[in-house]
């Protein structure tokens, strides 16, 4: 299976049906294009656009944080709802859009790259957010509490073998797309 960006464009002031109208033929899809009873239909393509820019592996928002002042959930919400935490408090109804979205557009080395990338971004914040503590000796009980140094020592020691997973997979998918674009591999973009 070749993956695919379904991108046409990132011109997100242009109304996205206009712009990708073979996305009406997706059942569900065309039930919230069909649901906007806006003639412009810009609702619905205001939703698509935040569905298409923040999953779509072309998009200049996907590598972005998910959340965060830079995150990707956060200036589309900003930019196409005028409401940066718009993902927040919706989210659930953006899941099952996004899930055949990414349906459509992943193969299945695109998408263990996605969820490999996904879990590093989740080790790389509970790294960032907890410091090195040491044990110590609880006043109350008396007590030893152990520290977390030695978990966190461990962990960044596995990052070579994780990172090492991670460009296996990356590069198995550049491998993909050669063989899907007639067999040409670009070597500058292998992971050593």
């Known amino acids: 299976m070749t993956q695919k960006s379904l991108l046409n464009t990132q011109d997100y002031t242009k109304n996205y049906w ?3 109208p073979d996305m009406k033929t997706v059942p569900m899809f065309r039930k919230i294009y069909d649901e906007d009873k806006d003639i412009t239909k810009r609702n619905s ?41 718009y993902y927040v408090k919706n989210h659930k109804k953006f899941e099952k859009y996004i899930e055949m979205y990414l349906a459509m557009t992943e193969t299945q080395v695109r998408r263990s790259l996605r969820v490999w990338e996904n879990k590093l971004k989740e080790r790389d914040a509970f790294l960032e957010d907890n410091k090195f503590t040491a044990d110590y000796v609880d006043e109350e009980t008396g007590e030893t509490v152990k520290g977390n ?12 073998v994780l990172f090492d997973h991670y460009k296996q997979i990356y590069n198995e998918l550049l491998v993909e797309n050669g063989k899907n674009k007639g067999g040409r591999i670009n070597t500058s973009e292998i992971i050593d």
Not at 66 to 76: A, C, E, R
Not at 149 to 160: A, R, T, V
């Open 18 to 20: 206009t712009c990708h």
């Open 45 to 85: 393509s205001k939703f698509m656009w935040f569905v298409a820019l923040t999953n779509d592996y072309k998009s200049t928002y996907y590598d972005l944080a998910d959340y965060g002042q830079h995150g990707k959930y956060t200036i589309l919400g900003n930019t196409l709802f005028g409401d940066s935490e």
């Open 149 to 160: 140094y030695k978990m966190i020592e461990d962990m960044m020691k596995n990052n070579k």
